[in-house]
């Protein structure tokens, strides 16, 4: 049975930063693409940062670029992202997320049988 286990959230004053992380079990991690989304009230779910099974290829989001870094560890299949110089607008419950990678695709792709974790808040004030 897979498992993803964040922790890190927290809250933060605007120009902070927080460090995600989030422990993956039940698969074979050399496998699978890993990622964050988030999503604030109100809003749609987004797309945050996603890393390949190599790690040679990711993605951001256009308003984090700069600003955070996604990163796994294969020996510990763990996977994070380090947020720095954080916004109000990055407030959100955040979420991290596994996929078997596709190789009909050059990057990430995340259907219906993407895998979730239960979510991190994450709370960044001015």
């Known amino acids: 049975q897979v498992q993803l286990v964040e922790s890190g959230g927290g809250s933060v004053q605007a120009g902070g930063s927080l460090r995600l992380s989030c422990a993956a079990s039940?698969?074979?991690?050399?496998?699978?693409?890993m990622g964050w989304f988030r999503q604030a009230p109100g809003k749609e779910r987004e797309e945050v940062a996603t890393?390949?099974?190599?790690?040679?290829?990711?993605y951001y989001l256009d308003s984090v670029k700069g600003r955070f870094t996604i990163s796994r560890d294969s020996a510990g299949n763990t996977h994070y992202l380090q947020m720095n110089s954080l916004k109000p607008e990055d407030s959100a419950t955040y979420y991290c997320?596994?996929?078997?990678?596709?190789?009909?695709?050059?990057?990430?792709?995340?259907?219906?049988?993407?895998?979730w974790g239960q979510g991190t808040q994450v709370t960044v004030s001015s």
């Open positions: 890393i390949t099974n190599g790690g040679f290829t990711t």
């Open positions: 997320a596994a996929a078997p990678r596709d190789y009909g695709f050059t990057s990430c792709h995340w259907t219906d049988s993407s895998r």
């Open positions: 039940g698969l074979t991690y050399r496998y699978y693409c």
